[in-house]
């Protein structure tokens, strides 16, 4: 099968994806409404179906009393809910999310990630993060780990309990209380085994 045209790359993103900015990336010159309004009409829905579609949207995300607020009258948590709602304007069955939680504070940030969960989960659409925030694991079907241009599952990695970092259990390793113990360096190895106490307490939290 050959792979796509690049003129076909509009049409595509029209119907395929939608895209949820780290900067959330609306115009201030638009309402929370007309914002979302726009994208209906970059996917060819127009006039008062495209009006009555971005309220549909702002209801869903809780955001029906701020139809007529500009971005800069909202707050962090509310922009990135217009932006979340503005990416389902063309219906499309693949969120793409880049670093959706970046600029919001702990509590605003679970509030997102539990929204792009249920859009998950009710609507049938994947949705693809690309994160540094631990806190979107909870929400995850399945992490992967990007490591020097590859990807790896994460839940096949091991944490090494010495200096944290995440290993895939296929280098230095050793034995201690008939647990296997997973390394980035035989550095670390050592390090452990002269303490091994300290370090498998801090991994268990016992």
């Known amino acids: 099968m050959s792979p796509p045209r690049p003129r076909s790359f509009p049409a595509l993103r029209a119907s395929t994806f939608g895209f949820i900015f780290q900067d959330y990336a609306l115009l201030d010159a638009l309402t929370a409404t007309e914002n979302i309004a726009v994208a209906a009409n970059l996917a ?16 869903r995300v809780g955001l ?3 139809a007529s607020a500009r971005p ?43 929204l ?21 694991r909870e ?5 992967l780990w990007l490591e020097d241009g590859a990807f790896r599952q994460l839940a096949a990695m ?21 647990e296997q113990w997973w ?9 452990f085994l002269t303490q091994p106490e300290r370090f498998a307490l801090g991994r268990t939290g016992a």
């Open 64 to 66: 029906m009393h701020r």
């Open 139 to 143: 929400v995850a079907d399945r992490v």
């Open 44 to 59: 060819g829905t127009i006039g008062p179906a495209a009006h009555g579609r971005a309220l549909e949207l702002l209801e």
């Open 158 to 178: 091991a944490t090494d309990p010495v200096c944290r970092m995440q290993v895939e259990p296929t280098g230095p390793h050793a034995t201690w209380r008939g």
């Open 116 to 136: 792009l969960r249920t859009l998950a989960d009710d609507d049938g659409r994947s949705v693809v993060i690309v994160s540094h925030d631990d806190r979107l």
């Open 183 to 191: 390394f980035c360096s035989d550095a670390c190895r050592r390090e």
């Open 72 to 114: 800069s009258q909202l707050s962090g948590g509310e922009q990135q809910r217009v932006a979340v709602a503005r990416a389902l304007a063309n219906d499309p069955p693949v969120l793409l999310a880049d670093e959706p939680t970046a600029n919001l504070d702990a509590s605003r940030g679970r509030d997102l990630a539990r």
